[in-house]
């Protein structure tokens, strides 16, 4: 039986995609094999990449001014690769740091590049956005970096922050495809799947294609973004599985009315578990309400003592991962684009009934 599972990531994903994927597992297109038996050189497997990337394209306004990148390394690949290919070691790059991921962003870019952390929030432990008017950007930085959704601490930017004229650098991993944005205001935007699009092992890079042209440190192929929009993302063998289902999931979120249709979806979500926690005086959310996130919500109970209690009756309510990250405790409940309303109703229908039996 599934149940409705709320983990950070490796993310639910919508189960019509998981019926059909496993419909076509033996036997993909009259092929006689599997998609992940086909060369990543072959028509087939050729059109399913190029269609998956035709669709994201049209999913988030991605202009042919950008290059659409699908690699592997997971989006922490990505915190050195974005100085290695825009900088010299001698550069100097801003940093925003209001969670774990942009911190680490900025502790890992410091190999390659001379990082200034502009902003950092993390005397407020990571529950605010910290206003563009307040950051200190230094003169000569080649982008600021910032991660547009902190998956550990519910922390989002509630858009995009205007830099002026400076390169806008943004980890999606958490938040991509989950509301309408403007990619013509970011210079890359790059996202690991397993959040908000399909399994681990895929990384999207979207980057502009003046950037490629920019003097980057001595890096291998696999590496260099230049090298992979020139071979298609294709200079070594892909991740074909995880590019397939990446390809399953934008068709999906095409049916449900793109992503427009889903930011109502997703901001209805949020608004039904924020109630619930604010209406309580059981449950609670630390965040500043204007740096709340729409995609992870971390709340505590009144005591954490009663914290297994409520992880186990939850799941046996068929509500799993609700377990908060080991750094902030409490619970955590990711509600990404494939998590139905009702699963969000179902959560929130517990929590009162919890709180009535322990509170
Ligand atoms: C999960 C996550 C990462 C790390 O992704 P990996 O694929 O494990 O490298 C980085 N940034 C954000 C915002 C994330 O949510």
Known sequence: ????????????????????????????????????????????????????????????????????????????????????????????????????????????????????????????????????????????????HICSNETVHGVEFSGTPDVGNRLLIADMSSSILSQEIDVSKYGIIYAGAQKNIGPAGLTIVIVRKDLLERAGQNISPVFNYKAMDAAGSMSNTPPTFGWYMAGKVFKWLKEQGGVSAIGDLNAKKAQLLYSAIDNSDFYANPVAVNARSRMNVPFTLATPELDDKFLELAGKASLTNLKGHRSVGGMRASIYNPMPLTGVQALVDFMAEFEKSHG
């Open 1 to 144: 039986m599934r149940v409705y599972n709320f983990s950070a990531g490796p993310a639910t994903l919508p189960e019509s995609v998981l019926t059909e994927v496993q419909a076509e597992l033996l036997d993909f297109q009259g092929t006689g094999i599997s998609v992940m038996e086909h060369s990543h050189r072959s028509k087939t497997f050729v059109e399913v990449a190029e269609t998956a990337e035709k669709d994201l394209r049209e999913l988030m306004g991605i202009s042919d001014e950008y290059s659409v990148l699908f690699l592997q390394g997971g989006a922490t690949s990505q915190f050195s690769l974005v100085p290695q290919n825009l900088c010299q070691a001698t550069d100097t790059a801003d940093y925003i740091v209001t969670g774990q991921w942009s911190k680490k962003a900025a502790s890992q870019a410091k190999t390659f590049v001379n990082v200034n952390v502009a902003a950092d929030t993390s005397a407020s432990k990571f529950t605010q956005v910290p206003e563009v008017a307040a950051w200190n950007l230094s003169d000569n930085s080649e982008y600021v």
